[in-house]
């Protein structure tokens, strides 16, 4: 499952560097537009290939609360990857003398730095297997405790 996880991740940032280098570099959007924008199309590409392939042989949420838990998890990491941006754009423009390809190396690690907090949040929380339709809450008490469920 990490293989696939990883491999969507890639294809997913592939989309997001190369539309933030477009939208920043080529056409000067501002820093955080560009982040937002580009990470919001990483996460629609993520999502759809995630929930079709990394994880699409555990059962399935309606895709529709799936899809809002893989929004949180991926708005608290553009959260975390706007500040990393933010506060790196500045020193690696400067080191590099040219403050578009030092946004970009900025982005890169943020983008390291995520990959982290989203494998995890989403393997624990978004595409966790989802409980049986029939199993109430005092049964998943009971099985939880290892107690028989009696009918």
Request: proline content about 4%; hydrophobic content about 55%; overall charge positive.
């Amino acid at each position: 499952m990490i293989w696939r996880f990883l491999v969507v991740g890639i294809l997913g940032t592939l989309v997001d560097v190369t539309l933030f280098t477009a939208l920043r570099v080529w056409l000067g959007v501002p820093t955080l537009g560009a982040n937002s924008i580009s990470y919001s199309a990483g996460i629609v590409n993520n999502f759809v290939l995630h929930r079709g392939w990394t994880f699409a042989h555990q059962s399935r949420k309606a895709v529709g609360v799936q899809f809002s838990q893989f929004a949180l998890v991926s708005l608290s990491a553009l959260i975390l990857n706007n500040a990393l941006v933010l506060l790196l754009a500045p020193w690696f423009g400067a080191l590099l003398a040219d403050a578009g390809y030092g946004a970009l190396i900025a982005k890169v690690c943020a983008t390291g730095v995520g990959l982290g907090w989203n494998f995890l949040a989403n393997r624990i929380w978004t595409f966790r297997d989802a409980p049986p339709p029939n199993l109430t809450a005092e049964h998943a008490l009971r099985l939880a405790k290892g107690t028989p469920r009696v009918l």
